[in-house]
């Protein structure tokens, strides 16, 4: 449901990873007083996150680059916190809860970040474990391939990756209503048109039952944890 907000933002992620430290430095406070440039770098931090799009432990590259480009750790902390407020799932609260709740979501995360990371900050610091010494080139960011554990642990990605894609594609279907990919052996059913549809949630099927005037038949009981998930407004029908 999402691929087009995915490629766009590892699009915008890939030109933010190309910029030189020159760059960064230009947007942190480095010799003003303190707590200015904690502060301003905390806040720094989740913007170059909305800008960038890096989506869970696919920002620690990034937040890498930052460390190297002189932000202070409450930046860093900020940045990998704000992976809830970037551009593509900003775009996503848009569309399923409207223009004001998604300014509120995305205000009210943001200024949790923020927070989040002074405190962080702020207690790292008493315990002295905020790094100190030389920053990391770039070189050192990145390094090179080599016969190391780092590349075990991808190659075992790669396989338990293949693996549950595998497994998708053979006992997946997809939701005709909401587009979600679902388990064949465990989602709601409906026959209709000589095929069977299957579906995310007994809300999705309400909605596929009223769109084709009740002619599908179910053909499941509901999940087994007992939720109900009614066919009510679009955003409920689409995000199941």
């Known amino acids: 449901m999402l691929y087009r907000e995915i490629l766009a933002g590892f699009v915008l992620a890939g030109f933010i990873a190309q910029l030189g430290n020159g760059f960064f430095e230009s947007l942190f406070l480095r010799h003003a007083p303190q707590p200015l440039p904690t502060l301003e770098n905390a806040i720094i931090g989740p913007l170059v996150a909305v800008a960038s799009f890096v989506c869970s432990v696919g920002n620690v590259p990034i937040a890498a680059v930052l460390w190297s480009g002189g932000i202070s750790f409450a930046g860093v902390l ?11 799932i900003i775009v996503i609260y848009r569309k399923y809860y409207g223009d004001r709740f998604a300014v509120r979501i995305v205000a009210l995360m943001l200024v949790t970040m923020i927070l989040a990371a002074l405190i ?9 474990l905020i790094p100190s010494g030389p920053r990391p080139s770039r070189a050192g960011v990145f390094g090179h391939v080599g016969l190391d554990y780092k590349l075990a642990l991808n190659a075992l990605g790669v396989v338990i990756f293949a693996t549950l894609f595998a497994l998708t594609a053979k006992r997946g279907a997809t939701d005709p209503e909401c587009g979600m990919k679902v388990d064949r052996h465990d989602a709601l059913q409906a026959q209709a048109d000589g095929r069977t549809w299957y579906f995310c949630s007994a809300g ?3 909605a596929f039952e009223a769109r084709r005037g009740r002619g599908a038949r179910s053909s499941a009981s509901p999940p087994p944890d007992g939720r109900q998930h009614h066919a009510g407004s679009t955003a409920e029908r689409r995000c199941c």
């Open 78 to 88: 900020a940045f990998l916190f704000a992976d809830l407020i970037v551009l593509p």
């Open 120 to 128: 962080v900050n702020a207690l790292f610091g008493l315990a002295g």
């Open 204 to 206: 999705c099927l309400a």
